[in-house]
């Protein structure tokens, strides 16, 4: 039926691959030409620049773009939830259906009577939010220490 954790996950590959490959090419871009330069000088050939040179240097904001798409995931919720299945049941399987912070909350947030039903929904939701924080600041401090290290190497 195209109902699971595999839907979910093809769901969020698509949506956050462009993000992180648009980030790791700007933090390519970023290597300096000294850099490139220097190791076709020393007889390095196109690839062999690139995996050893261009790729090292970049490590960090490469490393970056993956948590920053990450947090994009965590916090993705309608898309996901259209397809997860919303089953409370946890499976083995990719092909059976499940559940996710955000889509708990977005699917239960208006059937939510009683006081402890609606704080547990918002204590939810400040996780997921607290996850999210946590993961751009990490990538947040990885991009900050690539461009740092660019400008130094640089100079």
């Known amino acids: 039926m195209g109902i699971g954790y595999l839907a979910a996950g093809l769901i969020l590959a698509v949506m ?19 850099q490139r330069e220097a190791a076709l000088a020393l007889g390095a050939t196109r690839w062999e620049s690139t995996s050893q040179v261009v790729v090292p240097y ?17 916090g993705e919720t309608m898309a996901v939830t259209m397809v997860i299945g919303n089953s409370p049941t ?13 889509a708990v909350v977005a699917n239960e947030f208006t059937e939510a009577t009683g006081q402890i039903y609606l704080s547990s929904l918002v204590e939810l939701g400040l996780v997921l939010f607290l996850i999210t924080i ?4 990490l990538a947040r401090l990885l991009v900050i220490a690539t461009s740092r290290k660019g400008t130094a190497h640089s100079a």
């Open 16 to 34: 956050t691959f462009p993000y992180i490959i648009a980030i790791s090419r700007e933090s390519l871009l970023e290597v300096p030409n000294d």
């Open 58 to 74: 970049a490590r960090l904001g490469i490393l970056g773009s993956v948590f920053l798409g990450l947090a994009r995931a965590l």
């Open 90 to 102: 946890i499976k083995a399987s990719l092909f059976a259906p499940g559940y996710t912070i955000a």
């Open 134 to 137: 946590i993961v751009n600041a």
